[in-house]
């Protein structure tokens, strides 16, 4: 069993960065591909990125490359989502989501993913 906490979310300007986080429980988090969703008012939810469970692989949406970098440290059982210049466009709710089975290029295709945060409001203002 995994739980995700997310934190880090916020009230930013535009052009600012946040540095999102997904903490995880349990010993088995370092075996878990570890990926990121947001969802703005209105739309439906989105891929941003992925992560393999060893960090070697990393894996972006097309439309979230180069502003948006992806890390873990499994030491600290920590997912990290490093986005830079924001945009107003960007203000969303931000999930971490967990799989067992997914690799991080597969990540956003695979239904079910096995465990889900409960989510952090970024809101980026212009």
């Known amino acids: 069993q995994v739980q995700l906490v997310e934190s880090g979310g916020g009230l930013v300007q535009a052009g600012g960065s946040l540095r999102l986080s997904c903490a995880g429980t349990g010993r088995t988090f370092s075996s878990y591909a570890m990926g990121w969703f947001r969802q703005a008012p209105g739309k439906e939810r989105e891929f941003v990125a992925a992560i393999s469970w060893n960090g070697d692989v990393s894996y972006y949406a097309d439309s979230m490359k180069g502003r948006f970098t992806l890390s873990r440290d499994n030491a600290k059982n920590t997912v990290y989502l490093q986005i830079n210049s924001l945009k107003p466009e960007d203000t969303a709710v931000y999930y971490c989501?967990?799989?067992?089975?997914?690799?991080?290029?597969?990540?956003?295709?695979?239904?079910?993913?096995?465990?889900w945060g409960q989510g952090t409001q970024v809101t980026v203002s212009s």
């Open positions: 989501a967990a799989d067992h089975r997914a690799g991080a290029r597969t990540f956003a295709a695979k239904t079910n993913l096995d465990y």
